[in-house]
């Protein structure tokens, strides 16, 4: 696929804040990407920059080729769907999808049949001369999709819209906004702190923590192979422990030794470790296995979430249940065991990178 957009060395402070650090990401043309990170991290600046409500500090933003660091967003090819979706409580549905046709001065006709067209896409053949107001929260937002897209943008930007629906709603809108983003064949770039929402939509995830982004691939590439323990922990649970890496496809960790598929470490480099719940087997104590107590046994609808706690504390996902107290055994296979470059600081969810250890995987 062709870039359609280039961020190349971008930073923004805010009141001597730095939000955003030096960051550098390739978009490209009909892609499903998501900015997903936790509430500061400069994802929704990156993507203010992108629409052009906000100016980096230094640093270049290309569409096409083109630098468009002043480029008003009228100018720009791209559209924004905010959380709050910002319809024009005046006008019915009809006319606050073609609104934006209305200020370029299309001929009605054509307006009618875009209208038309966006009705259909977005499901609501039928409500054309209904009230925005009398609308429920998922058919606004499929109004502002429309509205966005009535004008044909080459990128829609959409700054966590699905985050005032309640959870079987979202789930619906994710399914729908994908469907939208395949059929128009456009680039939807997606803010979220939502990990599920992320994994779920897109084509790429661009992790982003503190101002940096951290760790750039498909869902399977962030769940499977995060590159540092902030990712790790971020994407999904994890158990995150220290280990010592003896040499290629060997690792200790836990008071024992472990084979493992990771290769490329200096002998006896220290590591971390990251290991998923659902990658962990129970069994019966032995010589072989790291053993220890169950303590706490919560039932999550789909698995049940043991606590173990052995040389450390394992978080363990499992269909068959426990009861606290159980003595048991954890075995790993070694394609369960993911080897990290240590971290500087790991603790309570919030992480802290060396600049050497923020990794751009494209």
């Given at each position: 696929?062709?870039?359609?957009i ?36 400069g ?38 769907v ?13 006319e ?15 307006i009618?049949?875009?209208?038309n ?109 995060p ?34 598929v990771?290769r ?59 009861e606290?107290g159980?003595?048991v ?34």
């Amino acid at each position: 696929m062709d870039k359609i957009i280039e961020i190349k060395g971008i930073s923004k402070e805010f009141n001597g804040e730095q939000v955003l650090d030096n960051i550098s990401l390739d978009i490209h043309d009909k892609e499903f990407v998501t900015l997903l990170g936790p509430s500061g991290c400069g994802k929704t600046t990156t993507l203010r920059i992108i629409g052009g409500f906000v100016t980096p500090d230094s640093g270049d933003l290309f569409f096409n080729g083109k630098r468009i660091n002043d480029l008003p967003p009228y100018k720009r090819n791209v559209n924004t769907v905010f959380q709050k979706y910002a319809l024009f409580p005046h006008l019915n549905v009809y006319e606050n999808i073609a609104f934006a046709l209305r200020l370029s001065k299309t001929p009605e006709k054509k307006i009618n049949m875009r209208v038309n067209e966006m009705l259909e896409l977005v499901d609501l053949v039928g409500f054309e001369r209904r009230s925005v107001n009398y609308l429920s929260g998922g058919q606004q937002q499929r109004v502002a999709i429309a509205r966005a897209l009535i004008n044909q943008p080459k990128v829609l930007l959409l700054d966590e819209p699905l985050g005032a629906l309640d959870l079987k709603l979202r789930k619906e809108m994710q399914t729908e906004l994908k469907k939208i983003q395949q059929h128009m064949e456009i680039t939807f770039i997606y803010v979220t702190h939502d990990q599920e929402e992320a994994l779920t939509m897109s084509d790429t995830v661009v992790v982003m923590n503190r101002g940096t982004i951290q760790q750039v691939g498909t869902p399977q590439d962030i769940y499977n192979e995060p590159v540092n323990a902030f990712v790790a922990d971020f994407i999904g649970e994890s158990n995150i422990l220290g280990g010592i890496m003896h040499r290629d496809r060997l690792v200790e960790f836990a008071g024992n030794i472990f084979e493992c598929v990771d290769r490329g470490f200096a002998p006896m480099e220290p590591v971390d470790v990251v290991i998923r719940p659902e990658d962990i087997v129970l069994t019966e104590p032995t010589a072989d296995t790291i053993n220890g107590v169950v303590e706490s046994v919560t039932f999550k609808g789909v698995h049940y979430e043991i606590i173990v706690q052995a040389s450390d504390t394992w978080i363990v996902h499992s269909t068959k249940a426990r009861e606290p107290g159980d003595i048991v055994g954890i075995t790993l296979s070694p394609s369960d065991i993911h080897i990290m470059k240590k971290s500087s600081a790991f603790s309570q969810g919030s992480f802290i990178t060396d600049e050497t250890e923020v990794r751009n995987i494209e």
